[in-house]
């Protein structure tokens, strides 16, 4: 588990390090001479290694997602195993539609953003786990969560009180921290579907 997390997180910067090399900085630049109207230059690079980054980053969050749930499942672990079973193609529609939600909710007074992102939390679960499309997987994490507020707003204290502690441990700690809060999740997941998961 140690292994994927170091693993989600090196490839996407990787990408947006090269993406910032190659496209020299921002995707884009405002420059302005005294007396000259201000003049915006467009980095194409910047913005293809940036959208490569997100998406390696939702394939490898779903991969690993996928190896969670074998785990809380039971289920004989994989390298293979790990690439199957997954409609991508599911996870991305599902990323942009709630990446739109989240971004109206936050203009309107961050709450409703917060808000989005708290109710759709299992939306990635439902698909790599139950194989639901995208807005599928989104009502049923609504559904989930709003039946089981109290329990899913303990999940989420915990979950934010671990990574700020794996934070405050020079960002290492993250490395302990994010593999605790996956399983977490998929473990809360099972349970409040009552659906058999391991003990541990």
Do not use: W, Y
């Amino acid at each position: 588990m140690i292994g994927a997390t170091l693993f989600a997180f090196l490839i996407p910067g990787v990408l947006q390090g090269i993406g910032t090399v190659v496209g020299g900085g921002e995707i884009f630049q405002f420059s302005a001479e005294a007396g000259s109207s201000p003049e915006v230059e467009f980095n194409p690079l910047t913005l293809v290694f940036n959208v490569a980054a997100t998406i390696v980053s939702l394939v490898i969050s779903a991969v690993v997602l996928r190896l969670v749930l074998d785990i809380v499942d039971g289920n004989q672990v994989s390298f293979g195993g790990m690439f199957t079973r997954i409609n991508f193609v599911q996870v991305l529609i599902a990323a942009v539609v709630l990446g739109i939600a989240t971004f109206i909710g936050a203009l309107l007074c961050v709450l409703p953003g917060l808000a989005v992102i708290f109710l759709t939390f299992f939306t990635n679960h439902f698909i790599v786990a139950k194989g639901e499309s995208a807005i599928q997987a989104i009502g049923s994490s609504f559904r989930l969560v709003s039946a089981n507020l109290g329990q899913c707003a303990l999940l989420a204290l915990l979950g934010f009180l671990c990574a700020l502690a794996g934070l405050l441990a020079c960002c290492i700690g993250l490395f302990v921290a994010v593999p605790v809060i996956s399983i977490a999740g998929a473990f809360a997941f099972r349970r409040l579907q009552n659906e058999p998961a391991r003990e541990f």
